[in-house]
């Protein structure tokens, strides 16, 4: 009677189960799988979790890749500038390898007509390696079937991520084409941003971080080798404009010299591609020294994503060998100009001298 019953309950039990990892394996909220199914809306917000699927599901001839500053991205804008049908593929933070990575994986599924990669020094400064690590992502990243089990029976995705999609198709409006976007729930002002932002007191000499700068060239080499394996690819690397206020930090630390070193070595290193195309936005006073554009010193308002869109569509702020160092050098007299005067309109008491 005993063993009957422990007979019928796992056998319950195990039906249970399999009822659950079906309802994932077909309504699918990360695209492990497949595509969406029965009209539900893409629903994108977990973005280490559903980029990977989405880069093996969706459709798609373009790619942008970038750290957080890219998520605000509009695609409907991208796909009316350049007449092509654009995933994001966003790590906050990422390196440049984890972006390589998400490209390769493209390549494997897809014809790359454009690849957005919108870079900063972060990434350019990097790990060599990927760091999907730092996070438990591997179950819904790799190939392997058997640690499929966390995704499948994972009571956040049956009680959250899959009744979202029914939410956002049927109920709540939902936007595809912002992906991942966060610039809904922030406040972008000059208050805010020189809350979040305090002047060092004393300016340091100039450093040279050698560590940093080897990352730097052998990312370099690694982009260089994508471009080359893909000569049919447009690439559109952007520089987005970070705050003067993020410039005043490497100018009073000792660090904006190689910054710009840094800078027109990638340029000059793209410029030996034909299908490669640089611009430049640092040192834009309409934008990076307009500080209510953001809400920290490094992240900045939809609106400027979209000025950045239209304006790589009609080939402004293109930085080359030829221009590359007076924009820089321009950037370090903004720069200077702004931490040695300017930057006592926002606070009095920060140090000049």
Not at 161 to 181: C, W
Not at 205 to 233: K, V
Not at 329 to 342: A, N, V
């Amino acid at each position: 009677m005993e063993q009957k019953f422990l007979k019928r309950f796992y056998i319950g039990l195990f039906a249970i189960l399999a009822a659950l990892a079906a309802i994932v394996i077909l309504f699918d909220p990360f695209y492990h799988y497949h595509d969406t199914v029965f009209g539900l809306k893409h629903v994108l917000e977990d973005r280490d979790y559903q980029v990977a699927g989405t880069i093996d599901h969706f459709t798609y001839d373009a790619i942008l890749l970038g750290t957080s500053t890219a998520e605000n991205n509009d695609l409907a804008q991208f796909r009316a500038n350049f007449g092509c049908e654009p995933l994001k593929a966003i790590r906050a933070g990422g390196s440049n390898a984890d972006f390589l990575t998400y490209l390769d994986r493209a390549y494997k599924k897809q014809e790359i007509k454009k690849v957005f990669y919108f870079i900063d020094y972060v990434a350019l400064e990097g790990d060599l390696k990927p760091t999907f690590d730092r996070m438990d992502t591997d179950f819904i990243t790799n190939a392997n079937p058997f640690d499929d089990v966390k995704y499948l029976l994972n009571k956040d995705i049956l009680l959250k991520n899959i009744p979202l999609q029914f939410v956002y198709t049927y109920g709540l409006s939902y936007d595809e084409d912002n992906p991942y976007s966060w610039y809904q729930t922030k406040t972008f002002s000059t208050a805010a941003v020189t809350g979040r932002y305090f002047p060092r007191e004393e300016f340091c000499a100039e450093t040279f971080d050698q560590t940093t700068y080897d990352n730097f060239t052998a990312n370099i080499g690694l982009i260089s080798e994508r471009i080359t394996a893909h000569p049919e690819t447009e690439f559109y690397v952007i520089f987005s404009p970070i705050s003067i206020l993020w410039w005043d930090e490497a100018y009073r630390s000792g660090q904006i010299d190689q910054k710009i070193r840094e800078t027109q070595e990638f340029v000059k290193a793209m410029d030996a591609f034909s299908n490669v195309k640089v611009y430049y936005f640092q040192n834009d006073r309409e934008l990076a020294a307009n500080l209510d554009n953001y809400m920290d010193s490094v992240h900045f308002s939809y609106e400027v994503n979209r000025e950045i869109c239209d304006r790589i569509a009609r080939d402004e702020n293109r930085v080359t060998a030829a221009n590359c160092e007076a924009l820089t050098e321009d950037l370090y007299q903004m720069t200077e100009q702004f931490s040695r005067g300017d930057i006592l309109q926002y606070y009095p008491e920060a140090t000049i001298e």
